[in-house]
């Protein structure tokens, strides 16, 4: 790995992540929804996570025994170098640490989105050297493509179907209660201050160029 490449990922704290995830009942709780697999660099990690969270959204434990089973049933063992020996090696070798993993789980999003931001980046040099269209035009795209990481909804980027499952079911309980489940902008601290209704008049206001169209058009794609 080049001197870049270590800047933009960490393989000890995606170990250290994997580690306390195997190792303690309730932790995927703690950074469900924050990561996805395809945050981690490591071919081999985005392979364990997967096995992780697909035991876990399925409301099954997630130990090292289960995830064994989790990643023979579904033909996985020996991908991308996973196997047993490496399983045992993370639980054996990296202290599993409940008091940093939401900490260890930013920084592998963080490292992620670079990453990403980085790519479009060098997709943008090539379209100005080669593309015809109007500079406006790709730099409108590239800011749309940049906010996309910002804000965790990227083109790109994809939601396991266990978590649109469940949340499908959330919403229908909340309708069978009786209730009227606040539409999602995507935002969540957004979210957490309007509060946003069906039949709401929202008002998207700033100054020029602060990037009102981006959000509105980022709000749309989640409600």
């Known amino acids: 790995m080049d001197k870049e490449n ?3 990922s960490s393989v000890n704290t995606e170990q250290a992540v994997l580690a306390t995830l195997m190792s303690n009942e309730g932790s995927f709780d703690v ?3 924050k990561i996805t697999a395809a945050d981690f660099v490591s071919a081999k990690h985005q392979t364990m996570f997967r096995a992780i969270a697909g035991l876990a959204n399925n409301n099954n434990p997630y130990e090292l025994e289960a995830v064994y089973d989790w ?4 033909e996985l063992l020996g991908s991308h170098g996973v196997s047993e020996q490496y399983l045992m090696q993370l639980i054996q070798e990296i202290p599993p640490s409940m008091f940093n993993l939401e900490f260890y789980a930013g920084l592998i999003r963080s490292k992620s989105d670079r990453r990403k931001a ?3 980046h060098k997709q943008a040099i090539e379209m100005l050297e080669s593309a015809d269209d109007d500079t406006a035009d790709i730099s409108n795209e590239v800011m749309d493509k940049l906010t996309g990481v910002l804000t965790g909804s990227q083109e790109t980027s994809y939601q396991m179907v266990d978590d649109l499952l469940l949340d499908l079911a959330e919403r229908i ?9 606040f539409i999602k902008t995507g935002f969540v601290t957004l979210d957490n ?3 946003m209704s069906n039949g709401d008049l929202v008002v998207v206001a700033a100054r020029p160029s602060m990037g009102k169209t981006a959000l509105a058009m980022n709000i749309l794609s989640g409600v």
């Open 71 to 74: 990643l023979g049933r579904n």
């Open 193 to 195: 201050k309007m509060m």
């Open 173 to 181: 309980k909340a309708r069978q209660d009786g209730g009227t489940p």
């Open 118 to 120: 980085i790519d479009i």
């Open 31 to 33: 950074i469900s929804g």
């Open 6 to 8: 270590k800047k933009l």
